[in-house]
């Protein structure tokens, strides 16, 4: 029952700020606990829920090169700008961070700060017009921030 009142908060909190991700995620696992399946899919999107994810999250912002909006000569542009480079800086240091906050998420077993990094997302989201894609991350810096007190 604990765990589907900690559910019911952050649905609140998403709701309350507006951000409908984190809202439509938390209606789906509750109403798989709700209807007994959480057994059979929890464990599912426990080990594989992340990798697709990211897979639909990259293939959605590739659509504009798939069909033809960004051709070849947009992308060399982009790469002789020093929009296009501090891009290409900025992705790396982020997808870095991503990587160092999954495996302090999960390889090191930190995952019980989760709710922090979701009410800190879904504030962000509300007051500030945010989108809530952050926690990996926040959870990146946050571990790098870890190795550096200890």
């Known amino acids: ?10 649905l ?12 439509i995620a938390t209606c789906m696992l ?5 209807l007994g399946l959480d057994g059979y899919v929890y464990p599912v999107l426990n080990k594989s829920g992340m990798a697709w994810g990211l897979i639909l999250l990259i293939a959605a912002i590739m659509i504009p090169i798939a069909d033809g909006s960004i051709g070849m000569t947009s992308i ?9 480079i501090s891009a290409l800086v900025l ?8 990587g160092q906050g999954l495996a302090y998420l999960t390889v090191q077993g930190q995952g019980d700060i989760m709710p922090a990094l979701i009410v800190g997302a879904v504030a962000a989201a509300a007051f500030l017009g945010g989108v809530p894609v952050g926690p990996l991350i ?7 921030i870890v190795k550096m007190v200890h």
């Open 1 to 10: 029952m604990d765990a589907t009142v900690i559910l019911m908060v952050i």
């Open 12 to 23: 609140a909190v998403a709701v309350i700020g507006k951000a409908k991700s984190v809202a």
């Open 30 to 34: 509750l109403m798989l606990k709700l």
């Open 76 to 84: 060399r542009g982009t790469f002789t700008s020093w929009i296009g």
């Open 91 to 98: 992705s790396f240091l982020t997808t870095y961070l991503s």
């Open 138 to 144: 926040t959870s990146g810096i946050l571990a790098l």
